[in-house]
């Protein structure tokens, strides 16, 4: 199901409800872009901390936002099946009382959601607004003071407000109390702003939303408006103007309050952008984002850290796609001993789903990682144990059997395998680095040396002196192929990276320390011959 602003307000209630019976909720985000081309130095490589990584993706974060937001809500229907409501969200950054939000659009991002369909005219148009609790908390003292605004740059909005105020001004000088008219063919926030600009100019209009892009205009005596604001009739309460502002946040906070399992599929980017765009902007320090993160979601599962686990127990082969691990779970007989999985019922909106791909929509791909999460659980849990596995098992086994990867997200090539949210990073074991030693070949750059590796695998490079280079790879068939082919070459020396050899500050130190051992033995030598 497809949910812009226009209808978001009336179906989160029923969103709520189902959020509150859910057994998990996987979810999947779209972007206007992921690594930012224009910073230094920005691209992730192997020599990455996950400090350094989250410090790189930060900064991609706060100049990149979401289009698009796939929440899948998985519900235990009974002990054999899960049925799957999905959504898409198409999301806008709020416009109401904050200052104007700026942001990127990348070519290559905004390409790529074209090629797969992404209707980008929903996302500017119908996009549900959203804000972090620093925007909300300059909205609310915005409103307590009567200086809210709504940041409306173009012209055809000025024109759309300066249209409905002209017809409101002319007609009131006529009208009698009690009088009404109706201003047609306002969208968004133009229905809120309307209605406080009226209420701001004219003491005698009272204001209410009919729906359907339309505000009813009341001419009343100033009595009888002041009485309108205090009662629970008025829609431009604060409270309401907040709900409004809110946005996809007041969903956002139901997934905080009901601390459900939450499923993604490489999920770093995912969680970094939740963080920043609907809770708080993302601190500096690695160590608080994990420890926000986990606060607000103490069960997180990365299903591309789960079928890693699957490869590594079961005959499952590589895939290096959701949807590919998708199709060999669904169509692969990999555990025909045990009991069969769990059936997985698309709801009926959702239908389309079932019978047809919709690879790179948040909602298909959301309904993707749930399923993937399920299906893996099942297989690893046959395969835990000689005994027979309950013909229906429960999720809180699932959970058990997945205890090695909760709360790690994959890390993608990087320093660790994963991010483990609730406890320390473990380290990653990549193949030996290589040390290249240039000789007779002036000033290259890492460029240069990445070029020139380049035929032998990918290699992230970086400067390690005047003349020598590292090379990292997570593929030892690369490092041996360079090892091999370079063994002869009359400029390029390369062999494996060893601490205590290559290592400029333990060159330093042990530079160091042969200076003093010789002055050392000078002064003992000297002292002996006067003694003499």
């Excluded at 209009?205 to 009919?210: G, I, K, Q, R, Y």
């Excluded at 969903?251 to 708080?280: A, E, S, T």
């Excluded at 596995?389 to 320093?415: C, H, M, W």
Aim: hydrophobic share 40%.
């Amino acid at each position: 199901m497809d949910v812009g602003a226009e209808g978001f307000a009336q179906r989160l209630p029923r969103l709520r409800r189902r959020i509150l019976g859910a057994t998990f909720v996987a979810l999947d985000m779209e972007f206007t872009g992921l690594h930012s081309t224009s910073l230094q130095n920005n691209e992730p490589s192997l020599f990455d901390s996950p400090a350094e990584r989250y410090a790189k993706a930060r900064q991609s974060v706060q100049r990149f936002t979401l289009v698009q937001l796939g929440l899948a809500i998985f519900s235990k229907e009974n002990s054999s099946k899960y049925v799957v409501h999905s959504y898409n969200f198409f999301l806008f950054p709020s416009t109401l009382g904050i200052r104007d939000v700026e942001f990127t659009l990348s070519a290559s991002s905004i390409q790529f959601l074209s090629h797969y369909g992404f209707d980008y005219n929903k996302f500017f148009k119908d996009g549900i607004p959203y804000m972090n609790e620093v925007q909300e908390k300059i909205l609310r003292q915005q409103l307590s003071a009567g200086t809210w605004k709504v940041c409306s740059t173009s012209n055809a909005d000025r024109d759309v407000l300066k249209k409905a105020i002209d017809e409101v001004t002319s007609w009131i000088a006529a009208a009698k109390e009690e009088d009404t008219m109706i201003l047609q063919d306002l969208n968004g926030y133009h229905i809120i702003e309307v209605q406080l600009v009226l209420r701001q100019a004219l003491e005698n209009v009272w204001t209410e939303p009919l729906g359907d892009k339309k505000v009813m205009v009341k001419k009343v005596s100033p009595e009888h408006r002041q009485f309108l604001e205090n009662s629970s009739y008025d829609h431009c309460q604060k409270k309401l103007i907040l709900l409004s502002a809110r946005g996809f946040t007041n969903l956002f906070q139901i997934l905080v309050k009901v601390k459900k399992p939450l499923v993604g599929h490489n999920m770093l980017m995912d969680l970094m952008h939740l963080h920043d765009k609907f809770y708080r902007p993302l601190p500096e320090s690695y160590e608080e984002f994990k420890r926000n993160i986990h606060n607000l979601f103490p069960v997180i599962i990365d299903t591309k850290t789960v079928t890693k686990s699957v490869q590594k127990k079961c005959l499952f082969p590589r895939v290096s796609s959701l949807l590919e691990a998708y199709a060999v779970l669904s169509s692969s007989n990999l555990n025909p001993k045990g009991p069969p999985c769990p059936v997985i019922a698309l709801a009926s909106g959702c239908s389309r789903y079932a019978e047809k791909k919709f690879p790179h929509e948040a909602g298909y791909d959301a309904f993707l990682c749930g399923s993937v999460l399920l299906m893996s659980a099942h297989l690893l849990l046959c395969k835990s144990t000689d005994d027979v596995v309950e013909a229906e098992p429960s999720f809180s086994q699932y959970l058990t059997v997945l205890a090695e990867d909760v709360n790690k997200v994959n890390f993608i090539r990087g320093g660790v395998s994963s991010i483990n949210f609730s406890g320390e990073d473990s380290p990653c074991h990549h193949p030996p680095a290589l040390v290249v030693h240039v000789r007779g070949w002036p000033r290259l750059t890492e460029e240069q040396i990445y070029q020139e590796f380049k035929a032998c695998g990918r290699f992230d490079v970086r400067r390690l002196s005047k003349n020598q280079y590292i090379l990292l790879s997570n593929k030892y068939k690369h490092v041996r192929l360079v090892l091999r082919d370079y063994r002869h070459h009359p400029h390029l020396q390369v062999s494996v990276y060893r601490h205590w050899r290559h290592s400029p500050s333990v060159s330093c130190l042990l530079q160091i320390s042969g200076i003093v051992a010789l002055w050392s033995l000078l002064a003992f030598v000297l002292g002996g011959s006067r003694s003499c």
